[in-house]
């Protein structure tokens, strides 16, 4: 039973009483809160699931570039360009 059901019981019960009638309203407007309330959490839920799928496409971006560069450095150190910049660089230091 929602509050709705409750509301509509209240008033059968006492149609002419003025406090079971305010008593319905209220637990109208409760019920339509609570409506209200439910819809934001689906709204929220919804909204983070799509962050959420956005860093992972975010974090998956970043692997396969940071994938991209290793393989880079490799082919550069199998042609010797890789250990010509290391060397280099210790050389600075």
């Known amino acids: ?18 406090t079971h009638q305010a008593i319905a309203t209220m ?3 409760q019920q339509a809160e609570i409506e209200a309330l439910k819809e934001s959490v689906e709204m929220l839920k919804h909204a983070y699931c799509q962050r959420d799928n956005e860093v992972k496409k975010l974090k998956d971006e970043a ?3 940071e994938q991209f560069y290793l393989d880079a450095f490799d082919r550069g150190k199998q042609i010797g360009y ?3 910049m290391i060397s280099r660089k210790a050389q600075e230091k």
């Open 1 to 18: 039973m929602n509050a709705y059901e409750l509301a509509d019981f209240v008033e059968i019960s006492k149609p002419n009483d003025k």
């Open 27 to 29: 637990l109208r407007q």
């Open 63 to 65: 692997k396969k570039a």
């Open 82 to 84: 890789a250990e010509g």
